[in-house]
């Protein structure tokens, strides 16, 4: 029998590691049952009717969808139609949208078969031989006696409800039958399931070392499994080795805070530092004031863009961080943050959320501040998402945290930030995505920003410019971002433009060969013959870029040679 693992991925780029984990599980334990276990990934770029033709042309005998918090919208109108075109299709949920409130999604969707909560590998390998058993007929005589009504309809066959981990609904009472919880999985038993990388080609690789995590910050679902599971270091190593020796050009790891535990980070670090391809970058999710000597001494010997720190900070309000339960250590992590950049090896991102408790506007202002002082190569500026089964949603109403009801369920108001402020934190994010998290502007930034009072203060103006002239509302291309900037220092500012448009220039060139000079940079005809002359008696790269700057300064930009953290072009200074 055929039964179809399913998800829907918000981007092409996206895999979901989940159901490749679920069928190499079922493949390794129950290999006669899991012979004809199909995955389908869909994006949610795609239209239903579109998903729903491929479904239904696969003829499944049952299906299983992975469901998160931005695929549930349209996950629900996916299995509504499919219920329409296949009604005697046992139809399975499992993930983190429906783990948490499994009675109520059944509920709300009766055609519904069950959901699977929690961990899925030995759940989904249990019911997968369960509905082999079925299909075949190798149940017994007083087993198919337990069978009630007809295959597939019937729920209440014999052995589901054996199954740990799922809630489906009896079908002679009508109830909802919640069996026992689901123990755990040992990590090290669960097979890697990468193999042939032809299917991940353009696609990020996610790998997991670790489950759990041993911190309860309020926000997030991690908190609720406190037990840190770690993987066999020595299959680690072996699996790592199998994405240096493909060259995959990035492995994001998945573990919570990797760094959790010292040991099993060094031997992580070290091996891929002494195997480094000089290709494959390596991506985890950190607490940086966990870092220690040893560690960071490790960190600086990295090969530039081997490996991408995700370092959570979420608020520097000491009420805000008690309130969600998390543990930081500030000026520890403020060091850290400082000794890696120093090192100017590896790729920061720092992460901030809006709407948490006891969080104002004027606090997020300096929380704002106190991470922009850290230079991060990424600030990302996110708004708290009130996840079902998260002490935040348990906790809303004492908070007076009000949220959308549908999913992304984020914030929208609390008791100390209205809904007008959190608008406004919405136009300071898109000034940051913008001309911050891009890297094209750092210079013009490095140049401009210190003219404000401070660094949020100036993506707030420039927020509120764009909204007075209407460009929010617009998409922009890079060269009008960087004209839009330029207007709003004329219009808004006492700043000296003819030095910002200089700055804008070279950060404009660090990136690219222009096709097309912009309208503010200076005409170069005077100095055509001088820069042929260089060119042909140096011989530069066709592709490389000769800039007069209105200082007199004349830069070579060799777009041949890129920066691996920021892949802006090497500069020279050169004399025509």
């Given at each position: 029998?055929?039964?179809?693992?399913?998800?829907?991925?918000?981007?092409?780029?996206?895999?979901?590691?989940?159901l490749y984990s679920l069928r190499a599980y079922a493949e390794k334990y129950h290999p006669e049952a899991a012979a004809q276990v199909e995955l389908a990934e869909y994006t949610i770029n795609q239209t239903v009717e579109e998903i729903l033709a491929d479904l239904y042309e696969r003829k499944p005998e049952a299906v299983a969808f992975s469901c998160y918090i931005w695929n549930w919208k349209m996950m629900?109108?996916?299995?509504?139609?499919?219920?329409?075109?296949?009604?005697?299709?046992?139809?399975?949920?499992?993930?983190?949208?429906?783990?948490?409130?499994?009675?109520?999604?059944l509920e709300q969707f009766?055609?519904?078969?069950?959901?699977?909560?929690?961990?899925?590998?030995?759940?989904?390998?249990?019911?997968?031989?369960?509905?082999?058993?079925?299909?075949?007929?190798?149940?017994?005589?007083?087993?198919?006696?337990?069978?009630?009504?007809?295959?597939?309809?019937?729920?209440?066959?014999?052995?589901?409800?054996?199954?740990?981990?799922?809630?489906?609904?009896?079908?002679?009472?009508?109830?909802?039958?919640r069996t026992k919880e689901r123990s755990l999985t040992?990590?090290?038993?669960?097979?890697?399931?990468?193999?042939?990388?032809?299917?991940?080609?353009?696609?990020?690789?996610?790998?997991?070392?670790?489950?759990?995590?041993?911190?309860?910050?309020?926000?997030?679902?991690?908190?609720?499994?406190?037990?840190?599971?770690?993987?066999?270091?020595?299959?680690?190593?072996?699996e790592l080795q199998f994405?240096?020796?493909?060259?995959?050009?990035?492995?994001?790891?998945?573990?919570?805070?990797?760094?959790?535990?010292?040991?099993?980070?060094?031997?992580?670090?070290?091996?891929?530092?002494?195997?480094?391809?000089?290709?494959?970058?390596?991506?985890?999710?950190?607490?940086?004031?966990?870092?220690?000597g040893e560690e960071l001494a490790l960190l600086a010997k990295m090969r530039p863009g081997l490996v991408q720190l995700e370092i959570g900070v979420q608020s520097t309000n000491p009420e805000t961080i008690r309130a969600i339960h998390r543990h930081m250590d500030l000026k520890k992590l403020e060091h850290c943050v400082n000794r890696v950049h120093s090192f100017r090896n590896i790729h920061q991102h720092l992460d901030l959320i809006a709407g948490l408790p006891y969080e104002d506007y004027d606090t997020f202002h300096q929380s704002f501040n106190d991470v922009y002082q850290m230079k991060p190569d990424q600030l990302q500026l996110g708004f708290l998402k009130v996840l079902k089964g998260s002490l935040m949603q348990k906790e809303a109403e004492v908070?007076?945290?009000?949220?959308?009801?549908?999913?992304?369920?984020?914030?929208?108001?609390?008791?100390?930030?209205?809904?007008?402020?959190?608008?406004?934190?919405?136009?300071?994010?898109s000034m940051v995505e913008v001309y911050y998290n891009s890297g094209q502007f750092w210079h013009t930034l490095e140049y401009l920003v210190p003219f404000e009072k401070d660094a949020f203060t100036f993506y707030e103006k420039l927020?509120?410019?764009?909204?007075?002239?209407?460009?929010?509302?617009?998409?922009?291309?890079?060269?009008?971002?960087?004209?839009?900037?330029?207007?709003?220092?004329?219009?808004?500012?006492?700043?000296?433009?003819?030095?910002?448009?200089?700055?804008?220039?070279?950060?404009?060139?660090?990136?690219?060969?222009?096709?097309?000079?912009?309208?503010?940079?200076?005409?170069?005809?005077?100095?055509?013959?001088?820069?042929?002359?260089?060119?042909?008696?140096?011989?530069?790269s066709k592709t490389a870029h000769i800039e007069v700057f209105e200082n007199g300064t004349v830069i070579l930009f060799d777009y041949e040679k890129r920066d691996p953290l920021s892949n802006n072009a090497y500069t020279e200074v050169v004399q025509l």
């Open positions: 029998m055929k039964f179809l693992l399913a998800a829907l991925n918000a981007k092409y780029i996206h895999s979901n590691p989940a629900q109108e996916v299995i509504s139609e499919l219920h329409q075109v296949r009604p005697e299709l046992p139809i399975w949920l499992g993930g983190p949208e429906v783990s948490y409130h499994a009675e109520e999604v009766p055609f519904l078969t069950g959901i699977m909560v929690g961990e899925g590998e030995v759940t989904f390998s249990e019911l997968l031989t369960f509905y082999e058993k079925k299909s075949s007929g190798r149940y017994s005589e007083q087993q198919q006696l337990q069978i009630v009504a007809f295959w597939p309809g019937a729920i209440k066959q014999a052995g589901l409800d054996s199954i740990a981990g799922i809630v489906y609904r009896d079908p002679i009472t009508g109830e909802l039958v040992n990590i090290s038993e669960i097979p890697f399931f990468y193999k042939d990388m032809k299917d991940f080609v353009n696609r990020i690789v996610y790998y997991e070392s670790s489950r759990g995590c041993p911190f309860r910050c309020g926000y997030c679902l991690s908190s609720i499994d406190k037990r840190v599971r770690l993987r066999d270091l020595a299959l680690v190593k072996e994405f240096l020796d493909q060259k995959v050009p990035q492995v994001k790891f998945i573990d919570r805070t990797f760094n959790c535990n010292h040991q099993h980070a060094m031997e992580i670090w070290k091996y891929i530092q002494e195997h480094d391809n000089g290709i494959t970058n390596f991506h985890f999710e950190i607490s940086a004031d966990l870092l220690n908070y007076g945290i009000v949220y959308k009801e549908k999913e992304p369920y984020e914030v929208l108001s609390t008791n100390w930030l209205t809904y007008g402020e959190v608008l406004k934190l919405k136009m300071v994010e927020g509120s410019f764009y909204e007075k002239k209407g460009y929010s509302e617009i998409s922009h291309s890079r060269m009008r971002r960087y004209e839009i900037l330029l207007e709003y220092l004329q219009e808004e500012t006492d700043v000296p433009t003819e030095v910002a448009a200089q700055k804008m220039l070279y950060d404009l060139y660090l990136r690219e060969k222009l096709k097309k000079r912009p309208v503010f940079a200076p005409d170069q005809k005077q100095y055509e013959t001088a820069v042929w002359n260089y060119r042909k008696n140096n011989q530069v």
